[in-house]
């Protein structure tokens, strides 16, 4: 585990230099993030001008969750959304031949590989929103709550990345032009909002077949200190058991690569 | 170090006609068909051997590099290299084996080869006196002084290649797979790689697989070939044998101030006339009988007697097939 983390702290340190070399528009990006927050607090706002509640939820609740979602959104940006359609560009041209002679769980390499480090920004202005949820709800969290709160959106980040992981590691046998990422992405959509606001079928599709909603309003509710032991030791379940099936299922397709030739 | 036996691997590859009509039906039906890109091949190589590995595009030469480099999952046979199944893919055996391909780059195109030194360096877990000490080593062998702090993408095709060379063996391997490490190379450039391929496996006893078109890297490097062709091991021994069997000639140059007008087809086959200058093809075991007549009677500048060209023998096993040496 110790010599995964170094790795991993090798890949940012490379990742950083690269982006230094293009002296990316870190001022920009910032702006854009900002201002794509702004944006959803707006929105919150112009709902509760209308009612005081939005599927049990209110106005600081939903500040708090939309934190969660934004800081979640910020680490798969950080750490999947760079990595996860390249995996095709390996792929298609061969280039995974390198990474499987590497004495490194090759999963683990295409998973990680690259980092799009100011993404972190996101996840700070996450947190930052959660903090304001928290002060408006005038909730301090006891220890407990964030404990439960750091093992709900692990366990949410852990299931969206094997999600993920499987979803394009079926480019073993469709070899795409286009990525797969815009099906992940309008799901992850749904978690912006409390699942309960969504009613009849939409909201049984989104609780138990693509737990998109969920994968959100745990974290929150936890951090609230409305968290459940029960649920939150059956989404650490699953989460593990979707993870050891996305590597299976890793394994499995490495038979399938045909390498593209030189 | 390498045992194979009875090595296959076939693809499916779906089949497309050019008509558009043809492409569109595709997509709800398509049609596949099976590719043997290598049948039943064994052999054995041991360590600190190099050996070349031949045979013409599509061969199944890079396949079955691949295969035992532990990238692609053979159909059937079975495979050891250094005591492992490559395909179980285990970290002790990439540990002992590094792969270049001249085609496919590891370095990170925009950051100096330095970086990837140094994420190759946590990647096999290298200690950093051993890392220094190697990096030392191998900067001095391959002169990369000058390049470790330029972006990768600023290094000519030569430079480039030294660098991944050396990305290679910072693990220091005991086998190294070489899937034509000089192509493209500026013929300088080519011998500077081959003199460093030489140099390493005789100094760390690296075993070295190598697939090359330039004939030059197979007879400055190998002495063990083996020749692959429509997924079939066709030749596996010396590569001097190969060319005594396969071209029973040699080619004979002569100097003259002034080519004396004899029958020539008399020595042997003619296969250019010049101006001061006749070159025969002359059998082996008459070539000493003939040089040494042209000396007696003739007025002779210089006579030189070389092997054929490997190109023309290795053409010729192709065409005619050889089994076994």
């Known amino acids: ?262 | 170090m390498i045992a194979v036996k009875h090595l296959h691997k076939s693809f499916r590859v779906h089949v497309r006609q050019a008509r558009w009509i043809d492409a569109v039906r595709h997509l709800w039906r398509r049609q596949y068909r099976t590719v043997e890109a290598v049948k039943d091949i064994s052999f054995t190589i041991e360590t600190g051997e190099i050996v070349g590995f031949l045979g013409p595009n599509g061969a199944g030469k890079t396949t079955t590099m691949k295969m035992l480099a532990g990238l692609l999952y053979p159909t059937s046979g079975e495979i050891t290299v250094g005591g492992f199944v490559p395909f179980e893919q285990k970290p002790e055996f990439k540990k002992m084996m590094s792969l270049v391909m001249g085609q496919k780059s590891q370095l990170i195109w925009d950051i100096p080869p330095m970086e990837t030194f140094l994420v190759n360096k946590a990647i096999y877990d290298i200690d950093d006196r051993t890392f220094r000490r190697t990096l030392e080593e191998l900067v001095e062998l391959l002169e990369l002084q000058p390049l470790l702090t330029k972006p990768t993408r600023s290094l000519s095709l030569g430079q480039r290649m030294r660098c991944e060379l050396a990305a290679a063996l910072l693990h220091r391997p005991a086998i190294l797979f070489l899937d034509e490490p000089t192509i493209g190379l500026d013929v300088h450039t080519q011998e500077k790689v081959r003199r460093f391929i030489a140099e390493y496996n005789r100094e760390y006893q690296t075993t070295i697989l190598l697939t090359s078109h330039y004939m030059g890297d197979v007879t400055a490097l190998c002495d063990r070939v083996m020749i692959i062709n429509h997924g079939m091991l066709i030749y596996d021994g010396e590569l001097s044998v190969l060319t005594e069997t396969l071209a029973p000639y040699k080619r004979l140059e002569i100097h003259f101030p002034i080519v004396p007008s004899v029958p020539w087809d008399d020595y042997g086959e003619v296969v250019a006339m010049e101006d001061g200058k006749v070159t025969l093809r002359v059998p082996r075991d008459k070539v000493a009988e003939v040089s040494a007549h042209v000396l007696q009677h003739f007025h002779v500048h210089d006579l030189t007697i070389q092997d054929p060209p490997m190109e023309e023998v290795i053409t010729r096993a192709f065409q005619e097939g050889l089994h076994g040496s």
Request: charged residues 15%; glycine residues 6%.
């Open chain 1, 1 to 262: 585990m110790g010599r995964y983390w170094r790795i991993f702290r090798e890949f940012f340190r490379a990742c950083f230099v690269e982006e230094l070399e293009y002296r990316s528009e870190f001022l920009s990006n910032l702006l854009s993030s900002f201002f794509g927050i702004g944006i959803a607090i707006l929105t919150v706002k112009i709902f509760f001008y209308q009612t005081d509640q939005l599927g049990g939820w209110t106005y600081a609740d939903v500040l708090v969750l939309l934190g969660v979602f934004n800081t979640l959104r910020g680490l798969i940006d950080f750490a999947l959304r760079p990595n996860m359609p390249r995996l095709l560009e390996h792929i298609r041209k061969g280039t995974l031949d390198y990474i499987l002679t590497k004495p490194v769980d090759s999963m683990f390499y295409v998973s990680f590989r690259h980092l799009m480090f100011w993404r972190l920004i996101d996840v700070l202005l996450g947190l930052g929103v959660i903090g304001y949820g928290l002060v408006q709800q005038h909730y301090m969290p006891s220890l407990l709550d964030v404990a439960m709160f750091v093992i709900s959106i692990g366990s949410s980040f852990v299931l969206i990345y094997a999600l993920w992981m499987m979803l394009m590691t079926t480019s073993f046998w469709v070899i795409r032009i286009d990525d797969l990422s815009f099906i992940f992405d309008s799901f992850f959509e749904t978690a912006r909002f409390p699942s309960g606001m969504y009613r009849g079928w939409l909201r049984i599709i989104l609780t138990y077949v693509l737990p998109a909603a969920v994968i959100t309003n745990m974290p929150a509710l936890s951090l609230l200190g409305r968290w459940n032991v029960v649920t939150t030791a059956v989404s650490v379940g699953i989460a593990g058991f979707f993870l050891w099936l996305s590597h299976r299922f890793w394994r499995f397709a490495l038979r399938s690569y045909t390498s593209a030739s030189s």
